[in-house]
């Protein structure tokens, strides 16, 4: 098994992220995906709405910026792609040209992705992973799913989706540790600033402390 340099391979999926030792956010009743930005009208994206865009199995692994793989899994959902093309490219205003997609999570969660990477073919919008609906650790109700980057892109708990003309504002312009504008994690391009290699062994030390906390928080 080959992994991306700097990756290796944990056992099973652990729970990451910046909510650590907070639960997952509830799922609401009748979930909702807002599609906005630069487009000729907003619209919602409904569990509905997802099950008329045909559906893809993707086997993948997974690969957090912090250092660990998990290996094997298998999500379903729909190819964004798909879901550009049928419902987005139609409410770009003509002569607009669409270059960043940003996505948020129920709970505060947000990331940036150049529209050319969104489209990739191992892009998904997925709502099972393993055969099983999401639970609340990875994602439920829907999470965005891009293997070829780093984890921090697969925005969780999916609730809002919107498109850009230019790269939209950004919170961590002045963060040392600001995530890679590409996270492509065959090219290790973890951090904006600082070189794969430096912040390889800070990692280390820090995926052991980071994963329990998660699983405290922890309610699938
Ligand atoms: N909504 C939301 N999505 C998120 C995060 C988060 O904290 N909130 N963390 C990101 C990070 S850094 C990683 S590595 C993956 C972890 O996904 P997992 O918890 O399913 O392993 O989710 C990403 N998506
Ligand atoms: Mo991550």
Not at 46 to 72: I, M, N
Not at 186 to 203: A, K, M, N, T
């Amino acid at each position: 098994m080959t992994l991306p340099p700097g990756q290796r391979a944990v056992d099973g999926f652990p729970r990451f992220g910046s909510h650590l030792h907070r639960p997952p956010p509830p799922v609401p009743a009748d979930p909702v995906i807002e599609i906005g930005g630069a487009l000729s009208e907003a619209v919602t994206l409904t569990a509905k709405d997802l099950a008329e865009l045909p559906r893809q199995e993707l086997g993948a692994d997974f690969h957090c910026v912090a250092g660990w793989s998990a290996t094997g899994l298998v999500w379903e959902g729909v190819a964004f792609d798909a879901f550009y093309r049928t419902r987005v490219e139609p409410l770009v205003p003509a002569g607009a040209a669409i270059t960043h997609v940003v996505f948020e999570g129920f709970d505060g969660y947000r990331s940036v992705a150049l529209l050319q990477d969104a489209l990739a073919e191992d892009v998904l919008i997925a709502d099972r992973l393993d055969g099983r609906p999401l639970d609340g650790d990875h994602g439920a109700p829907v999470r965005l799913v891009s293997p070829s980057q780093y984890g921090f892109v697969s925005t969780k708990h999916l609730c809002r989706i919107t498109f850009h003309t230019s790269a939209p504002p950004d919170p961590d312009r002045w963060n040392p540790i600001a995530a890679h504008s590409r996270g492509r994690v065959w090219q290790e391009e973890r951090h904006r600033y600082l070189p794969g290699r430096v912040v390889r062994p800070v990692y280390r030390g820090l995926i052991g402390p980071i994963r329990r906390l998660s699983a405290r928080g922890s309610r699938p």
